[in-house]
């Protein structure tokens, strides 16, 4: 008699489910995930920076301004480290006669027959650095201004005080006797030998602080010669203001020496090509 074959019954369960079944035995179990938590993150980057000022900063603050801008803790931070060196501390306007003029409308000449060389904030920056101003211009003696407090002189400062904020030059002998523009402040100095010590200390991270603390506007920035003349200046002992002063006025002729050594070599540049 034959033997019986012997029946495979069909299994319950599709060929690829019982080939997971017996590879997937042999793997370990994925650990679970943990999805990172970011709402410090996002709290830290949509959330505004806040601080709190009391009444008594307001109402001492002379401009008596309500702008949070004006109390930025920077700002705040700087004035106490200013009080913290035990000096006294008083606005430019004791030390120096600041001025800025008004706004007036520009009526240009041909040459210096009918107008005073006239320059900007662009100008000055042009020719601290290459020897020249950025184009030569003549305001007319027919603009209805009155020229002299236009007029910059050999031993001012000059700030610049719109759009560019906060740029300090002195007036070299080459630029005295030109007209400014009124977005230039003219500071004269009442002790001239104190020139380059407030020179260099306008220019100083404490003086730049205190200026672009008062920038306002809606398009184009701008700081006021009052705001400007409010600059506190700390009293040094003589010594260290002589000291400063010197270094600052050499540090000054020595640009002023590398502008005309700049000068020379443009024009001897310009003889050789020729005009364009």
Known sequence: MPKSK???KPIGASFDSVVDAVLGSSKSQPEETISPNYDDLIMRLTTPVGWGVTIDQIVEQGGKRLDAEHYDPAVMKNDEKLKSIGVNLKPLSEFADVQLPSMFTRIWAQDSDYGVPYLNA???MSYFA???????RYLSYASAVKMEPLIV???MILITCSGTIGRVFDV???LDGWAGTHDIV???PHDPNMKGFLRAYLASRFAQIQILSHTHGGQIDHVTGDQVASCLVPELAPTQIAHISKAADKSDKMRNDGVKYMN???SNLSEAFGDV
């Open 172 to 174: 070299p002998s080459a």
């Open 186 to 188: 003219r500071i004269t």
């Open 130 to 136: 290459l020897g020249v101003p950025a184009q030569e």
């Open 264 to 266: 020379n070599a443009l």
């Open 6 to 8: 012997t029946v495979i």
């Open 122 to 124: 662009t100008d000055l």
């Open 153 to 155: 002189r050999k031993g």
